[in-house]
Every structure is written in structure tokens, then in C-alpha cells.
């Protein structure tokens, strides 16, 4: 079975401590997108990757950071800088189309 | 900046009425054109994508899309909308230049069928 995973499917963190989400994909794809979905405002592009060892910011980077080490895998950490981090965080992967994983839904408490 | 604009934010519609939502990008290069639906609870679904040929695409379930280059418009179109159709709707545009690949979505617009 091949595509995206995120894991976990649901987090919970408390004020103040970072946590990070995990993206691993076997498509090969040499670009990787982290968006975050809120109600009424779509999908917001946090980082995205084009190549191993490097990643842009996308429109709302501030409190979030990543890394691209592997080509398979592009990790998401959720600050505590970041002050409304209760979201829906979906990655994806992809060459002239996306490929999106089932999402985490993250809970701060 | 690229950006993406669905200015409808919530549609409400009866069963067997027509069905247009407006999608429009800023952006004067390369674009891939794409829309996805998210039913309640479940995740991003691909409806139909346009790369290039003719720009009426057909996907799935009976939607269709146009792709106006003149107008940067990609409307989403369906003749009889069901009330399974209720979901949320996602423009997206994948903007290339160069190297450099970038996909933004518009800020959806959520579908209501009335039975």
C-alpha cells in the first residue's frame, strides 16, 4: 500500500510545548507541501520542499518549522511560538498533481 | 503573490438545480488547474484537473470545469446537483516557474443540497 501517511491521526499537546507531525510518502515525488485547514479559510500553505535539504516558507510560516532530510520524509513541528496551533494539518506530496495524506488533527489543551 | 479567489463561501441549492462555482487565480504563467471535495468527515477527494488540450474537463460524479485563460477562471459546473453533493469545494491552481512549484488553494466554498 503506497501513498502518504501522517501520523498520528490525532494529537494533543499542551500550551507551551512543541510537538512535530510526521509525513512520510514512498511516491517518489521530489516536491513536499504542508497546508493547514481551518473552517471558512481552505487550506494555507505553512512549508513546502522542493528537493532534499531545502524548503521555502509558504504564507504562514511564522511558529512552525521543518526539515527536509530524506526525500521521503518531511517532518512538521508545531511551535509554541505558534499562537493558535489547533488545527488540521494535511501533507502532501506531488509533481504536476498533489497527493494528500489523511491528515492530523492537533489539539492544544 | 499567486493567489486563488472562490467567492462563493456557501451555496445552497435544491435537489436537481443547476450548479456554478466561481474559481478565479492571479497569475500570468504556467498554471495546473484542479478541483477537490471534502465530504463531512472524510478528506480531500480530486474532482477533475486541467494541464492542457481542451479546456472543458470531465471528472467525476458529473461535474465538469471550464478553463478561461482570458478571464484566469476555472468554474466548477454540474446541470443537477444531489443532495449527496453537500460538501465542501476546493479550487486549486498549481503555479510553475522555473524550478519552483507552488499549489494554492482558494478558501473553498461549502455546498448544501436541500432534499
Known amino acids: 500500500d503506497g501513498g502518504i501517511t501522517q501520523s498520528p491521526k490525532y494529537l494533543f499537546r499542551k500550551e507551551g510545548q512543541n510537538v512535530t507531525l510526521s509525513c512520510e510518502q514512498n511516491l517518489n515525488h521530489d516536491a513536499m507541501y504542508w497546508y493547514r485547514q481551518d473552517p471558512g479559510q481552505g487550506l494555507r500553505l505553512i512549508y513546502y520542499s522542493q528537493i532534499v535539504n531545502d524548503f521555502q516558507k509558504g504564507d504562514i510560516a511564522e511558529g512552525y518549522s521543518v526539515s527536509r532530510e530524506k526525500k521521503e520524509s518531511f517532518p512538521l513541528t508545531v511551535t509554541s511560538a505558534q499562537k493558535n496551533p489547533t488545527a488540521f494539518y494535511l501533507c502532501?506530496?506531488?509533481?504536476?498533481?498533489?497527493?494528500f495524506g489523511q491528515g492530523t488533527r492537533l489539539t492544544v489543551v | 503573490a499567486q493567489s486563488v479567489s472562490q467567492h462563493n463561501h456557501h451555496v445552497i441549492l435544491s435537489e436537481a438545480a443547476s450548479l456554478e462555482l466561481g474559481c478565479n487565480y492571479s497569475?500570468?504563467?504556467?498554471?495546473?488547474l484542479f478541483w477537490y471535495v471534502q465530504y463531512p468527515g472524510q478528506h480531500l477527494q480530486l474532482l477533475l484537473k486541467y494541464f492542457s488540450g481542451d479546456p472543458l474537463v470531465k471528472g467525476i460524479k458529473g461535474f465538469e470545469a471550464e478553463f478561461i485563460k482570458s478571464k484566469f477562471s476555472f468554474n466548477l459546473r454540474k446541470p443537477s446537483v444531489q443532495w449527496s453533493d453537500t460538501a465542501e469545494y476546493f479550487c486549486a491552481v498549481w503555479f510553475s516557474s522555473g524550478s519552483a512549484r507552488q499549489l494554492t488553494f482558494g478558501s473553498g466554498t461549502q455546498l448544501t443540497v436541500l432534499p
Open positions: 497569475y500570468g504563467g504556467t498554471v495546473n
Open positions: 502532501a506530496a506531488g509533481g504536476t498533481e498533489a497527493f
